[in-house]
C-alpha cells in the first residue's frame, strides 16, 4: 500500500480561526476521502475528495465550513473555518485503493479548539 | 442505506488467549466487501483484515481470522495468541462493491489484553 502522510499530527487553535490539514500519498490515488473521529466514537465521513472538481459532501458537512482542495491525485488539503470547540476532534485522511477496494488512512491530525 | 453493528463495547483477553469480536451487517446489496480495522492509542488506523462477500472461504492474516456467515450476515474477528499489542479499538466496516460507494463502519470494540 501507499504510504500516506498528514501534517500537522497535533494542533491547538483559538475559537474563531482556521487551520488546513494537509494529505499528501506517495504514490498517485483516484479516490481520496476526509473523515472526523469525535473522541470516543467511530468515524464519520465528511467528503470525498475529487481531483480537479469540487469535492463531494456528505449530509450535515458544508464546503463553507469544510472546504477541501485535491489539486492533483497524490494531494489534499481539508480546511476547518471559524473553529468552534465542537471541532475538536481526530481528522484522517484516507484513500481508497480501485483494484481490491482496500480503504488506507493516515495517521491523523488531533485537533484541539479553546 | 447499510448499518455496521458491534454489540460488544469492550472485550478483554488475557496474553496468549483467543478472542473472537463480533459483527453483524445489514444490507440490501449482493456484491460487496467486509474489513476490520485496528486503532491503537497512536490512533493510526490499521487494515487488519478483508473479505469479499462473493468468496466463501474465510480470510485469515496471520494470528487473524474470520468467520463470514453471508445468510446470517455476520462477520466476526477471531485473534488467536493474543499479544499485548493487540490492544486497541477494533472497527467492523463495510463497503458496497462499485466505486462510489462509501465505508460505513461499526461503532468500535475496545480490546484490552490482559498480560
Known amino acids: 500500500s501507499a504510504v500516506i502522510s498528514q501534517k500537522p499530527s497535533r494542533d491547538i487553535c483559538q475559537r474563531g480561526t482556521s487551520l488546513t490539514i494537509q494529505c499528501q500519498v506517495d504514490?498517485?490515488?483516484?479516490?481520496m476521502f476526509w473523515y472526523r473521529q469525535q473522541p470516543g466514537q467511530s468515524l464519520t465521513l465528511i467528503a470525498t475528495a475529487n481531483q480537479g472538481s469540487e469535492a463531494t459532501y456528505e449530509s450535515g458537512f458544508v464546503i463553507d465550513k469544510f472546504p477541501i482542495s485535491r489539486p492533483n491525485l497524490t494531494f489534499s488539503t481539508l480546511t476547518v473555518s471559524n473553529m468552534s470547540p465542537e471541532d475538536s476532534s481526530i481528522y484522517l485522511c484516507?484513500?481508497?485503493?480501485?483494484?481490491?477496494?482496500?480503504?488506507?488512512f493516515g495517521p491523523g491530525t488531533r485537533l484541539t479548539v479553546t | 442505506a447499510q448499518t455496521v453493528t458491534q454489540s460488544q463495547p469492550e472485550m478483554s483477553v488475557q496474553e496468549a488467549e483467543t478472542v473472537t469480536l463480533s459483527c453483524t451487517y445489514d444490507t440490501s446489496e449482493s456484491d460487496y466487501y467486509l474489513f476490520w480495522y485496528k486503532q491503537p492509542p497512536s490512533r493510526q488506523m490499521i487494515l487488519v483484515i478483508r473479505?469479499?462477500?462473493?468468496?466463501?472461504q474465510n480470510a485469515t492474516e496471520n494470528r487473524f481470522s474470520v468467520n463470514f456467515q453471508k445468510a446470517a450476515k455476520s462477520f466476526s474477528l477471531k485473534i488467536s495468541d493474543s499479544q499485548l499489542g493487540d490492544a486497541a479499538m477494533y472497527f467492523c466496516a463495510f463497503l458496497p462493491g462499485g466505486s462510489n460507494y462509501k465505508l460505513t463502519f461499526g461503532k468500535g470494540t475496545l480490546l484490552t489484553v490482559n498480560p
Open positions: 484516507s484513500y481508497r485503493t480501485v483494484s481490491s477496494y482496500e480503504q488506507y
Open positions: 504514490s498517485q490515488v483516484t479516490m
Open positions: 473479505q469479499e462477500a462473493y468468496k466463501q
